[in-house]
């Protein structure tokens, strides 16, 4: 056999044990059906993980783009809004761009979407007034040329935070799922 073969029967024969059904004779068929459950489920290896952050990344910085560009128009370029505003409206158009590709590319999620935007919600509730007040405090002490590097600084904290909160909670199937139990009816 050449070393292809043999990784190939090798896979093939993990994958039948995971999928093989428990022992029907073992009274506690259903704790037994949960551990083979658990252990089919494999975290992503560091490769996945790399690109996941990279796709992220790339999601984002075309979300920075619409948030820069947007802001620009309204703050910069055509002065029609104070700080502000101009940067509120750009953060939620960046944020429905961001949303829609990583849940759909980045983190291949097919959960519940109403949750996960929901979840996305409580994270902005909490990130826009810091932001924007915190923003609009350090863009008053600066000349107003300045307005959109405190736009790229405010950013670059999203972009962090904001990567953790959809990896860990928003497109987490076990947190989600829990989130889901508390409402149903009993």
Not at 42 to 55: A, S
Request: net charge positive; with cysteine; aromatic share 16%.
């Amino acid at each position: 056999m050449t070393e292809e073969t043999i990784e190939n029967k090798t896979v093939t024969e993990t994958t039948s044990v995971l999928l093989e059904e428990p022992h029907t004779d073992n009274k506690n068929n259903e704790t037994e059906t949960a551990a083979v459950s658990e252990k089919t489920i494999e975290k992503p290896g560091k490769k996945q993980q790399f690109i996941q952050i990279l796709k992220f990344t790339l999601f984002s910085i075309s979300a920075g783009i619409i948030q820069l560009v947007s802001f620009g128009v309204m703050y910069d370029w055509t002065g029609w809004l104070p700080w502000w505003p101009a940067y509120l409206i750009s953060v939620i158009l960046s944020v429905i761009w961001n949303f829609t590709f990583n849940r759909k590319f980045t983190f291949k999620a097919a959960n519940n979407v109403p949750l996960a935007m929901m979840l996305v919600i409580i994270y902005y509730c909490a990130f826009i007034p810091v932001s924007v007040f915190g923003g609009n405090a350090i863009a008053g002490q600066l000349p107003a040329e300045l307005g959109m590097l405190v736009t790229f600084m405010m950013m670059v904290v999203n972009f962090i935070t904001e990567f953790f909160w959809d990896k860990f909670v928003v497109f987490n199937s076990k947190i989600t799922k829990k989130i889901l139990s508390w409402f149903k009816k009993k």
